[in-house]
């Protein structure tokens, strides 16, 4: 495992989140590791500073709250969440094993910084919407960041709540989706078409906007844009980013690296004494 520091960069955060997901993914054996390479870069933005969630504030009512939906990606959030402190990097290495705090979804009993367990599709934003509806009821600050998958938005959960966030005019709920642009077995627009996206979401009364998921510039700029409508960024990521062998490849949602897909990959991300 790496030695422990903590990221103010974002690229740096996402490059050493990668190199702990490979690992995580070939010693469990577990699955969802190209699901997770998509995700980091999302999640990198948020946990290096664009979301006011820390170590420091984790019990503050008045904190951001990051939901992870896609709760199948739970190697993403573990890595940046260790490597940014909220528990001891040494639990990575447990990742997927009997007893271990850390399992193959996302939980969030007894592991610090984790808002809620996902895992069954479409459960987060719901979540999200309601946390958001509470505060603005009662007058706590705070924004809620949902990060989903394009999958899940086949989930009639999405679209209900979709309309209840435009209907109570939740000023204070991001959702980012991860377009990696597959599902499961087969492309989303195969399985379920999604596209016209971002006027799906227009016509729910939504402020919609499409960018590049891997640009850490393009989601610093969109997370920083006024809001006067509940949001929706939707970011064009490539599934398995950062591993040439695992992208855009369905085989990577189910499978786990071998020891020597796991140096390959690790050399790809510059580590060469692995």
Partial sequence: ??????????????????????????????????????????????????????????????????????????????????????FPIEWLKKYCADGSPIGGHVTSSGVPGVELSTGSLGHGLPYGVGIALSRKRSGIDGQIFVVMSDGECDEGTTWESA???????????????????????????????????????????WDARSLDGQSHDELKAALCAKQGAPRVLIAATTKGAGV??????????????????????LKELGVHDA
Wanted: a negative charge.
């Fill in 1 to 86: 495992m790496l030695k422990h520091k903590m990221f103010d960069d974002s690229l740096e955060l996402a490059r050493a989140a990668r190199i702990e997901i490979l690992r995580m993914a070939h010693e469990a054996r577990a699955s969802h590791v190209a699901s997770s390479l998509s995700v980091v870069d999302i999640l990198s933005v948020l946990y290096s500073g664009h979301a006011n969630t820390t170590t420091k504030n984790l019990f503050n009512p008045d904190r951001d709250i990051v939901v992870l939906s896609k709760g199948h990606a739970a190697a993403a959030l573990y890595s940046i969440l260790a490597l940014q402190d909220f």
């Fill in 163 to 205: 309309l209840i966030a435009n209907q109570f005019d939740l000023t204070n709920l991001t959702v980012i989706i991860d377009r990696n642009g597959f599902q499961s077995l087969a492309a989303t627009e195969d399985t379920l078409r999604l596209e016209p996206f971002e006027a799906k979401w227009r016509a729910f009364g």
């Fill in 244 to 265: 040439s062998f695992m992208e855009n490849q369905v085989l990577w949602h189910y499978r786990w690296p071998n020891e020597s897909e796991l140096l390959h990959g």
